[in-house]
């Protein structure tokens, strides 16, 4: 019988469940495996006994993976379990970009003690005038489980796409429209589309990637998506961007203290696999990838 447990509470799957990630340091000795969702593990000390980690969601940025390694300790993703609802709110907050519903219904709330508000709003609304994205070209940077999916969606929606990844695998390959447009240079995406979604993970290589030179690339009132990772955008030249015009919209899922609050961006607190079937979905697939190794010794998505 292997003792698993759970930090953060990603299901109710009959495991110990912390929800603070210093108790399982003091009371966790034993466990053989760990199943972590947002949490971070980087100051924990690994028990001992420790084999594996299984982190229900796609990123691993909150597990120390060279501690892992130097420990033995298998690290598990659970890739595109979760790709469903990142894409909904992707599609969400490009909506959101070019309809300006974040202003109306600021507006709202503001007028809501108006008796003719009804009234009012007719005349406020030209205010608010959008534009729609059938037509629009999207950018997608970064075909994984999430980047595919946005893309046909996108793509359903009569949008224009377009796809840059250069390690683009097979299955990607065959669950892409044949509408996506394929480009080899990330700079083809940064000067010819109106939106420009990034799905990249967080590496070396990613981090800083949205930065003063890559946004001087981008067309003029370019509207730019970050639901993949905070870091992958320099926030200050992305602000830069805004107060310039050459960024219309920045719609991000990572808040900080540069952005957030910011005129043209719409900030999210990291909602996009928020779903009650994306976090089911991640949970069962961590605790089966995590069972398969404890008991079987296969290794899947590590
Ligand atoms: C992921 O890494 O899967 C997403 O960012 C969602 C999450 O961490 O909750």
Redesign the pocket.
């Given at each position: 019988m292997f003792q698993i447990n759970c930090l953060n509470p990603i299901a109710q799957v009959g495991l110990k469940n912390f929800t603070d990630q210093y108790e399982i340091t003091s009371e966790v000795k034993n466990a053989d495996g760990i199943l972590v969702?947002?949490a971070s593990m980087h100051e924990m000390e690994l028990p001992e006994s420790l084999l594996a980690v299984a982190?229900?969601?796609?990123?691993v940025n909150n597990i120390p993976l060279d501690k892992c390694a130097e420990h033995g300790v298998v690290v598990f993703?659970?890739p595109g379990a979760?790709a469903n609802g990142?894409k909904e709110l992707v599609i969400a907050g490009m909506l959101l970009a070019a309809r300006d519903v974040v202003s109306g219904i600021e507006w709202v709330k503001a007028s809501r003690e108006d008796p003719d508000i009804a009234k009012a709003a007719e005349k406020a609304k030209k205010n608010f005038a959008g534009t729609e994205i059938k037509g629009k070209k999207l950018g997608v940077i970064g075909l994984g489980a999430i980047g595919v999916k946005v893309a046909n969606a996108a793509v359903a929606l009569d949008m224009e796409v377009y796809g840059y990844d250069p390690y683009l695998s097979v299955n990607a390959a065959w669950s892409l429209s044949r509408a996506v447009h394929h480009v080899t240079n990330v700079e083809d995406i940064y000067a010819q589309c109106d939106y420009i979604t990034i799905h990249v993970p967080l590496m070396d290589s990613t981090k800083g990637m949205i930065n003063a030179e890559a946004v001087g690339k981008m067309k003029d009132g370019v509207i730019l998506l970050n639901?993949?990772?905070d870091l992958l955008a320099d926030e200050e030249d992305v602000l830069e961007g805004l107060h310039s015009g050459k960024i219309a919209r920045y719609v991000s899922?990572f808040p900080n203290a540069t952005t957030a609050g910011q005129k043209g961006c719409i900030v999210i607190p990291?909602l996009?696999?928020?779903t009650e079937e994306?976090e089911d979905n991640?949970a069962v697939m961590a605790v089966e990838e995590m069972m398969d190794y404890l008991e079987n010794g296969n290794i899947r998505n590590s």
């Open positions: 969702r947002s982190r229900a969601g796609a990123g993703n659970t979760n990142v639901f993949a990772r899922d990291h996009g696999a928020s994306s991640c």
